[in-house]
Nanobody
Framework: VQLQASGGGLVQAGAYLRLSCAAAGRTFSSGTAGWFRQTPGQEREFVTA????????NYHNSVKGRFTISRDIAKNTMHLQMNSLKPEDTAVYYC????????????????????WGQGTQVTVSS
């Protein structure tokens, strides 16, 4: 399975971006997908996740109300709509997928995901 993340860029605070993650090599009808982000010298941080079958979602508190994760089963793709961006959202964003239907308490753990995209840089200037 290959994951291709796209949509990052440089924006000003308050702007929006939409990240996409396309999966190739396997069609996902179940499982869980997530977004993580990482800044230099820091551990990878959970952002959000969605369970493919029932669209159950989780969000990190820092992005609740601003970010929305969604999935397009027909296109085997997921998206991250990021609104009201803040400078602290600056990071490399990674998409990740597991074939398992993770319970809520497991979705924020990066070790639960088998497949990872290459990352896309998001930079928010103040």
């Amino acid at each position: 399975v290959q994951l291709q993340a796209s949509g990052g860029g440089l924006v000003q605070a308050g702007a929006y971006l939409r990240l996409s993650c396309a999966a190739a090599g396997r069609t996902f009808s179940s499982g869980t997908a997530g977004w993580f982000r990482q800044t230099p010298g820091q551990e990878r941080e959970f952002v959000t996740a969605i369970r493919w079958a029932d669209k159950a979602t989780n969000y990190h508190n820092s992005v609740k109300g601003r970010f929305t994760i969604s999935r397009d089963i027909a296109k085997n793709t997921m998206h991250l709509q990021m609104n009201s961006l803040k400078p602290e959202d600056t990071a490399v964003y990674y998409c990740a997928v597991t074939t398992r239907n993770l319970i809520s308490s497991s979705r924020s753990s990066s070790s639960q995901y088998e497949y990872w995209g290459q990352g896309t840089q998001v930079t928010v200037s103040s």
